[in-house]
């Protein structure tokens, strides 16, 4: 039988994916244990009220620690309150879905759920409520928790109340200068009390929401930075300042606050809708984490930092924890899993006396203890878990223009007022036409139709399970020619594969329940990629038991006066043809073939990059050999593609060919130096803590797809942008000639400027659909 090779939608999170024998519905095994769970349950109202999904991918199976958690509760009083982060909510589904676990609890009173920030604000009964048990079932159904470390005031939440005192302002202001539009004569004996109010809402809006522009405009120039603010701002000072002179002397056909008034909200709502989706991108991950959880001291047990880890410190690392620091074995052997730190998709067994990486992670099931051969300020994953403060890069081209925009305006309206003045030997006028060029070629229609344009684009990724975090990702993306690829986890999946699965699914119940209870603790790779099959097929844990692990070989269990084994062929004392033997009294059940799997669509995105004119890259810490047979499989020349490579070559390689023209795509910490040498960063890896944080855009799912449809949703979006500048020249030279003859008045230009915005944004919706 040929595998299905058409795309489909996933049923749990509606991920485009190609099916598979095995699993035709689903784009992972976590979206199908999560759905099974659900259905279970009877929560299949969550698909009625979901939004959007996301790809639950290895979470559900993962061994978490939560003593974190419980230390966050401990010594409460009779009621608990606890804030915490969320990773996973999207949409009113998964708050639905999570008030109905919380509640289902003994003890528990209320949960507040905030899907736009990500974050969990419960109240439960003190001794009653089991909150590790409740984040353990969070997990299970897709959902990750942590401690609060997300801005409780994200930007686009302090621009609300300036939206709304703005969208008063701008309302009343209107209301008040309509009637002299209309034909009100000064004569009226409300007219100068109209005028004034008119004065009083222009004067609070360029207040309120102007200030907002002035001082950003302000900081980029103390920065020596030109910013889009700064021609917002400029536009602002023109129309408020004039028109306040105009009151002043009397000539009301000179006034602007009404379009000072709509110009500033209509700005600031622009604004708004170009961070709120960064914002929401960024609030479906948990915050960084600026260390590894402490190790414990063993001498005495106690918990160690690991910042206060010196030089010859001796310190035990637990079960599924990191080494944070440079080390040399102590224990009789460990077993440790490299992926993270170099790229090695195969557990290490290490004998005492070998020296340990920073980043390794003890897969065993004991603890390991160690000698510390240097202090944590000096090691390696100090430095690669160090998230620098964001400083964007400057947008030269953005800048230029700008600087082009701003030199033109101003030429013209001084020409313009020269020119009046000279002629026409009046004040006033001149003063009029200077003016009136300032507030017509505002951009007003760009200040709203383009960050509506990244909205758009941004949304529409979203459902292919891209993320945007950072706004000045599309202004980079242009520039794009080299995409780097790390391999293990990136061009492969996460964890390592189960090339037969046939052989799991023919064992028989009671095998196939053993099995699980030998790997369900187990944190080895093979073991976590056959927990994660058996629980996605819904094998029942029928009892919990710890199984002996005998290091380098393998584990094993008695029950049921039977001895099984699971572990390296020569220790099973098996002739089956496997990397990995199930075997009961010595007699062969299964034999599992294990290895790494290309992401599904590697080979056809690869080949459509390079069709596009981008030159692809692998950076791996692998071994040759492998990385060689990656490339190969992917059609990428070997010149292209270097092994071998520490986390410090990674980064020195892009510091050296990047021409602000890479996208860096990795998963591990040993990238981490590389994102931040790259021009822009992406990740597939998003329950680690470290990369999500630092990248520009994340992307969920099997697949390589995301990497590009981002590069072609940036190619859509900039050529939507090029057709609303060619809409706004030619806008700016009708206005700014209707100026310069001085036909400008303030009816006119309130007409015009929220025609062209209308125009702008209609540009940018037909381009969308």
Known sequence: MQAVTERALCIHCGTPFKPSI????????????VHDLIAKNGFGQFYDLREEAQ????????????????????????????????????CIGCAWLIEKLFMRHPGALSIR????????????????????????????????VGLPGKTASPASRTLIPRIGLCAAFALNAMLFTLPGYLGMGAEFQFALLFQRLTLIFGTLSFVVGGSYFCMRSWQSLRRRVLHIDLPISMGLIAAYSGSLYAWICGAKGFVYFDFVATFTLLMLVGRWLQQKMIERNRNQLLSAQSEPPPVRD?????KLPVADIRTDAVYLVDPGYIVPVSSRLCSMAATLGLEWISGESDACIARRGRMIPAGAVNC???????????????????????????????????????RGYIVTVL?????????????NGALLPALQVFISVLV????????????????????????????????ELWARLESVRTVIFDKTGTLTLETISLRNPEVLHDLQEDERAVLLSIVHESLHPVSGCLREQLLADRVPLLFSALPNEVIGFGLELQHAGSLWRLGRPEWTNSAGEGDCIFTRDRKTIAAFRFGEEVRSDAIEEIAALQESGCCVVILSGDRREKVEAMADRLRIPRKQCHAQMSPQEK???????????TLYIGDGANDSLAFDAAWCSGTPAVDRGLLEQKADFYFLGRGLGGVRALLRAAGNRRRTVRAVIVFAIAYNVVAVTLCLMGKMNPLLAAILMPASSLISLGIVFLRAR
């Open 55 to 90: 790809p639950v991918k290895s979470l559900v199976f993962q061994k978490r620690d939560y003593t974190w958690l419980e230390e966050a509760v401990r010594g409460t009083g009779e009621v608990t309150t606890l804030t915490l982060d969320a990773q996973g909510l999207s």
């Open 22 to 33: 095995h699993r035709p519905d689903f784009c992972c095994a976590g979206c199908q244990f």
């Open 364 to 402: 065993g099931q004991a603890s390991i203890e160690l000698h510390a051969l240097e202090p944590w300020n000096d090691s390696l994953l100090a430095k690669l878990l160090r998230i620098a403060p964001g400083t964007a890069p400057r947008d030269l081209q953005l800048e230029r223009f700008i």
């Open 651 to 661: 980064g020195e390689w892009v510091q050296q060919f990047d021409a602000h023209d």
């Open 298 to 302: 063993a001498a005495t047990g106690e």
């Open 411 to 423: 030429f013209i309206a001084v020409t313009g007022f020269a020119g009046w003045w000279i002629w």
């Open 113 to 144: 759920v905030d899907s736009s920030l990500g974050r969990l604000e419960l109240h439960w009964k003190s001794g009653v409520f089991k909150p590790v048990v409740f984040a353990r079932e969070l997990q299970s159904f897709g959902y990750a």
């Open 440 to 471: 017509v070629s505002c951009p007003c229609a760009s200040g709203v139709a383009l960050p509506l344009a990244s909205d758009l684009a941004a949304s529409r990724l979203r459902k292919l399970g891209v993320f945007i975090r950072n706004s």
